[in-house]
């Protein structure tokens, strides 16, 4: 069964620190990469995908795939009180379901 | 540009009972997906709409059916609801020639009593 983990957390970071979050995946014929964040009661919303090995930066964040570890990670630099939030991360092959992970709670301390 | 709708946002049922959710996919998006979210928990892939078809579905009974319209709107039913149903439904839009990344509207949350 396809699987993709996370840490829970919380993971806790003072403000204008950078925050790491870890995903790995089981589907080693995985292409597609994403990271969502969702705020407490509400829906997820899109922050990055990537599709090849390497770092992909958007603003402050920054994605890292390496599929032979099978390994993504999402950067937050300078992390603010409103990134706040549970990180998801979701894997999928093309055209199938995505499989997401339970998601990390990350708390910026002001 | 219109993003992916739902509807109702909230919806208090009794076991038993039947529901139905709705879902507009955004702008330009021809495909929808529908996961449910319990409490603490990633979403669960339940099944993917595209051409009016049920094209994928995830491990979930035949309780859980749905349907795609002609302009690509969705609808999820939900028959003879358990206590276990009550979750955040979600709806996520994409397009079939657009690559995987998809988008989720607001919810709707179904509690079961």
């Known amino acids: 069964q396809k699987e993709v983990e996370q840490n829970s957390g919380p993971l806790s970071v003072p403000e204008g620190a950078i925050a790491s979050l870890n995903c790995t995946y089981s589907?080693?014929?995985?292409?597609?990469f994403f990271w969502y964040r969702q705020y407490s009661g509400k829906s997820p919303e899109l922050i990055m995908s990537?599709?090849?090995?390497g770092d992909k930066e958007d603003g402050r964040f920054t994605a890292q795939l390496n599929k032979a570890s099978q390994y993504v990670s999402l950067l937050i630099r300078d992390s603010q009180p409103s990134d706040s939030a549970t990180y998801l991360c979701?894997?999928?092959?093309?055209?199938?379901?995505?499989?997401f992970g339970k998601g990390t709670r990350l708390s910026v301390i002001a | 540009d219109a993003g992916v709708t739902q509807s109702p946002t909230h919806l208090i049922k009794t076991r038993g009972q039947q529901v139905t959710l709705r879902c507009s996919p955004k702008?330009?998006?021809?495909?929808v997906s529908w996961y449910q979210q319990a409490l603490g928990q990633g979403p669960q892939f339940i099944f993917q709409?595209?051409?009016?078809?049920?094209?994928q579905r995830g491990n979930f009974p035949d309780r859980f059916s749905g349907h795609q319209f002609p302009n690509y709107s969705s609808e999820l039913n939900v028959n003879a609801l358990l206590l276990g149903d009550s979750a955040l439904y979600l709806c996520?839009?994409?397009?079939?020639?657009?690559?995987?990344?998809?988008?989720f509207g607001p919810g709707t949350r179904l509690t079961v009593l």
């Open positions: 990537i599709y090849s090995n």
């Open positions: 996520a839009s994409s397009l079939e020639r657009g690559g995987d990344e998809q988008f």
């Open positions: 589907d080693r014929v995985s292409q597609s």
């Open positions: 702008s330009g998006h021809d495909t």
């Open positions: 709409y595209y051409e009016e078809e049920e094209r």
């Open positions: 979701a894997v999928n092959r093309w055209s199938t379901p995505l499989v």
